[in-house]
């Protein structure tokens, strides 16, 4: 991630808007923001996070306290950040929750966020910020620890733990897929031990239902849970408990038969007594049941005579009917001849009307001819109108277009010589491009010595402070070197005092070994123990350490001070005065260049106008040739609508000789008249012959109707004569006279009798039927018995029945749970040891994957890791031990520590001086500094070399530098001076007097009573 422009709008200290626009920087991708504290320098790194991560760089700012204190509710407070990442822009703008301006009135604002990639735009704040990370690969607190080093927090990366480490490495090198593989064996393993427990519990939920009874080894298989044996009693259980449900099965059919055998004897004896019972009854109701069957069959014959005489009642019914109808008929038939001799005089008197019809027609032909002609004569009238209209707006809009085409003229001449203007300020400006240029080569090499000049001078006056720190530790040195050369002298004379001092007694000489000591030597009053002379040699080895340190600081300044010699051709005491030289020249160049750059700026606006001068040109010869169009369009409507009129003018006249009867009025009333006599006569003509037809119609109908009903009198009358003799016959035949209807019974009575001597036959004969069945049926029993005989051996069987059905529900419930019970019991069984060998396969996998006791608690993801940790540390002791002057280089812990937490990624550090190895929190202020400077440009080494899913073109640093001394705030510039060579941006708040010096672009901040400001040098 590079970013190219950043913009800051009442944020922070700033009250307006300031633009960052890091493109301009010249290449030089190394800067410095400067300023005094509490200017909002750290405000400018807030406000590349903030638009990052919806977070400020450090832990001490909260993004709610955004807003300017200087800023009134009118503004608003938003930052804009434009960055580049693998050759791709992208653009993002945030503003916190504040108070701002409303459309009427200042209202609460909440927070809002506008991410742009491409043709996207997000613009909801979770979806952004996951967007965000996803395309940077890294989170807010890996961005701390990799690309932006807060104040106070750059120590983070290199002292955090193995499982910190792990996090940042996992988005860096992407090992995501290694993590999923070792959590999805994790998670399998533990399914898979659940899975077992699951089986576990479920058996010995089963186990809990058995009942071992007698069974001795199934009850030690159940208390011991010997799932193997277990089974096996088990199934035996079963098979001895099924062969005794089937015995009790068996003699319970038995009993069950015996029963149902008895229960039909008694049943047959009871049904035969009944049915002798209900014989009886029969017998007793024949007679009655025999009056009612003839009462019915006497019924039956009165019916038969009743349908003879309804037919005899029809027909005398029928023939009044008719009578009635004909007599009707021909009344109709009179009235309707009498009305055809009216209408016959009335369709006379129309006739002699409607022959004079054709005349009246042809008049109307004429009128209506003559109408058409009056009416044309008005049409071409109003034409003659709207001619002389149209020929008044042709002569309006002739004369506007001639004005029109006048002023476009002028518009034109005044453009073409602007055009010419623009061709020769174009010319000019390339001739000032090329003076630009010339000055930009004399400034940019002048800008060169000056830097150098200022690079050696910083040499020589960094050489005269170490020369004066020299002369002081070669002082010091010496008069430390004499002391501990005398002191030295003094220890090894009484070297035998200092011995003898040490003697005990009853133990031997350290010299000749003798336990007896009778003259042991004496020690001198002026010498002194070991520990002391270790403690002066310690302090003269201090000392000399010190001297060799300036000794080779100043080797090393010598040896830059010839270079620059060398290299700038001047000697060291004219270097002042050169680069004073070389300031006044450069701040005249810069004052000519902005002299040019004016003049050039404003050709340029003058050319920038050429395409739109040259636009217009077109645009109005185009405009002119449409207007000259135009005008000549018009001036030929003008000639053609005149001659139209003077045509039409002729036709009127024309016409107007041609007209007879008046005016439009008289014609059209002539008109109306005659049609509505027309219609008149057509009308009566048309009702009478309509009249006439319809009368004739019923003439004929009537006819037809009174032939019709006199031929149905005829047949009817002889009808009436045969039914009556068919009635007479059937009296005769059955018997009755004229009363026969008093043998007539009712439907229901019908029903009733019917009913009950049809119950009574079919009673009778299954009577009969079911008495000889049973008869039988009882004379075929062995050994026959009283049904109370029969009733004393049911109850003796059922009670042996209950007895078995009590014991063989007992079983046979035991035994379900039983058989219930096993085959769960294997199954789950049988599950288990599958489950178990996967599970001890998994849980091996897990915790060899995942890291262990046995691992040293390494993961697999962070032994893959680790070897990227390598070559990070690798790539980072390059500049650590530069930075340290060898002293200092960080390794990779390999020591086993006290717990069980995630380890394989935790840094020490090997001191050189010592020879041992340590914490990298030992460090002091300046030396975590360099390592965590030395540890984060190491990491962005092998991402860039593995390629990997994040892109760190970029380095902020807040603070820091103030911990190095002199010679580690040399090699960390140098350092960061190399990062620059490569193209990486880095930048750096600091308030090191010697940064501003080294770093050419300086963004300087500077802070008023109306918030701060910036300015970019170069």
Not at 48 to 66: H, N, P, V
Not at 323 to 328: F, P, S
Not at 761 to 790: C, G, L, R, S
Not at 811 to 836: D, F, R, V
Request: hydrophobic share 35%; with cysteine.
């Amino acid at each position: 991630m590079r970013p190219l422009k950043l913009t800051l709008n009442a944020f922070g200290p700033y009250k307006g808007k300031v633009d960052i626009d890091f493109t301009q920087f010249n290449q030089k991708t190394l800067f410095l923001v400067s300023g005094p504290t509490g200017a909002g320098k750290t405000t400018i790194f807030d406000a590349i996070a903030y638009a990052l991560y919806d977070e400020a760089s450090g832990t001490s700012r909260g993004k709610d306290s955004f807003k300017s204190q200087f800023a009134t509710d009118e503004d608003l407070c938003y930052v804009e950040l434009t960055f580049e990442l693998a050759g791709k822009q992208y653009y993002i703008k945030r503003s916190p929750a504040q108070m701002g301006p409303g459309k009427h009135k200042i209202k609460k604002h909440s927070p809002e966020v506008e991410f742009i990639y491409g043709k996207n735009v997000t613009t909801k704040i979770v979806e952004a910020n996951q967007e965000i990370k996803e395309l940077l690969s890294l989170s807010y607190e890996q961005f701390k620890q990799i690309v932006m080093l807060p104040q106070g927090e750059f120590k983070k990366m290199l002292e955090s733990n193995s499982s910190d480490k792990e996090k940042i490495f996992r988005n860096i090198f992407q090992t995501d897929t290694i993590n999923t593989f070792q959590n999805s064996l994790k998670e399998e393993a533990r399914r898979l031990k659940l899975e077992v427990e699951q089986s576990d519990k479920i058996m010995e939920q089963f186990v809990g239902v058995i009942f071992p009874q007698e069974n001795q080894v199934l009850k030690e298989a159940i208390e011991f849970m010997d799932i193997k044996e277990l089974l096996v009693e088990l199934d035996n259980s079963i098979q001895d408990a099924n062969s005794r449900i089937q015995n009790y099965s068996e003699e319970m059919v038995l009993f069950r038969d015996k029963i149902q055998q008895n229960q039909e004897h008694i049943k047959d004896l009871t049904e035969l007594e009944q049915l002798k019972k209900a014989r009886n009854q029969l017998v007793q109701l024949k007679s009655e049941i025999d009056n009612k069957r003839q009462k019915l069959i006497e019924n039956e014959k009165a019916q038969k005579l009743v349908g003879y005489k309804i037919d005899k009642e029809k027909t005398i019914n029928e023939n009044k009917r008719l009578k009635k109808e004909l007599d009707t008929s021909k009344e109709f038939l009179s009235e309707i001849k009498r009305a055809l001799l009216e209408n016959k005089k009335r369709l006379d008197l129309t006739e002699k009307n409607y022959d004079d019809l054709p005349e009246k027609r042809n008049k109307i032909v004429e009128l209506k001819q003559e109408e058409q002609t009056i009416k044309t004569i008005k049409i071409k009238e109003m034409k003659i109108s709207q001619l002389e209209e149209e020929i008044k707006k042709v002569q309006s809009a002739s004369e506007k277009s001639l004005l029109l085409l006048e002023k476009q003229k002028g518009n034109l001449e005044q453009n073409k010589q602007r055009s010419a203007e623009i061709i020769q300020a174009r010319i000019k400006s390339m001739s000032v491009q090329t003076d630009i240029v010339k000055l930009n080569e004399k400034l940019a090499d002048n800008k060169i010595k000056i830097t150098l000049f200022d690079e050696f001078s910083q040499l020589i006056v960094d050489k005269k402070k170490k020369v004066e720190l020299f002369k002081i530790a070669d002082t010091q040195f010496e008069s430390i070197q004499k002391d501990y050369q005398h002191q030295r002298l003094l220890y090894n004379r009484n070297i035998a005092g200092v011995l003898a001092n040490e003697l005990e007694e009853d133990k031997p000489c350290l010299v000749c070994g003798s336990k007896v000591h009778p003259l042991p030597a004496i020690l001198s009053k002026e010498a002194i123990s070991k520990k002391e002379l270790e403690k002066i040699e310690t302090e003269k080895n201090k000392s000399y350490q010190e001297y060799s340190l300036l000794a080779n600081a100043l080797s090393y300044l010598n040896e830059q001070i010839k270079k620059y010699e060398q290299t700038l051709q001047i000697d060291a005491e004219r270097a002042s005065e050169k680069s004073t030289q070389l300031l006044e020249q450069q701040a005249i160049m810069q004052e000519n260049k902005r002299i040019v750059v004016k003049e050039k700026n404003e050709l340029d606006y003058l050319v920038e106008q050429e395409e739109a001068i040259n636009q217009k040109i077109e645009a109005e010869q185009k405009q002119e040739k449409q207007l000259e169009s135009e005008i000549q369009e018009l001036r030929s409507t003008f000639q053609n609508t005149t001659k139209r009129i003077q045509e039409v003018r002729g036709e009127i006249k024309e016409e107007q000789n041609l007209i007879k009867y008046g005016n439009l009025n008289q014609v059209q009333e002539k008109l109306k008249r005659l049609a509505d006599e027309i219609e008149q006569i057509e009308s009566e003509h048309k009702k009478n012959h309509e009249k006439k037809i319809e009368l004739e119609k019923e003439e004929t109908q009537f006819k037809t109707k009174i032939d019709s009903y006199e031929a149905q009198l005829e047949m009817s009358i002889k009808r009436y004569e045969i039914a009556s003799i068919e009635y007479e016959n059937q009296l005769q035949l059955v018997g009755f006279d004229d009363h026969f209807e008093d043998y007539l019974l009712s439907e229901e009575q019908i029903y009733d009798l019917g009913l009950e001597v049809t119950d009574y036959d079919k009673k009778v004969w299954v009577n009969q039927e079911k008495y000889t069945e049973k008869k039988e049926k009882v004379a075929f029993i062995k050994q026959p018995y009283t049904i109370e005989e029969y009733q004393e051996g049911i109850a003796t069987y059922e009670n042996k029945l209950n007895e078995l059905n009590t014991l063989y529900k007992e079983l046979i419930g035991i035994n379900n749970k039983h058989e219930s019970a096993y085959a769960e019991i294997k199954k789950n069984y049988e599950a288990k040891q599958m489950q178990l060998e996967k599970c001890s396969l998994y849980s091996e996998l897990s915790e060899l994957a995942n890291g262990s006791k046995e691992t040293d608690y390494i993961s697999f993801e962070r032994y893959v890791l680790a070897i990227y940790f390598e070559e990070i540390i690798q790539a980072a002791n390059l500049r650590f031990t530069q930075m340290t002057n060898n002293r200092y280089s960080l390794l990779k812990r390999e020591e086993k520590v006290k717990g069980a937490g995630a380890k394989g990624l935790d840094l020490d550090v090997f001191d050189n001086y010592t020879g041992k190895t340590r914490s990298v929190r030992t460090l002091s202020g300046g030396e975590s500094f360099k390592a965590s400077l030395a540890l984060a440009l190491g990491l962005s080494d092998v991402i860039q070399n593995h390629s990997g899913g994040v892109s760190v073109d970029t380095l902020f640093i807040d603070e820091g530098f103030g911990t190095l001394d002199s010679d580690s705030l040399y090699i960390a510039i140098e350092t960061l001076f190399e990062l620059n060579q490569r193209g990486r941006l880095v930048g750096i708040i600091s308030h090191v007097e010697e940064l501003k010096m080294r770093i050419p672009v300086h963004i300087d901040v500077t802070k008023t009573s109306e918030g701060s400001q910036i300015t970019v040098k170069m």
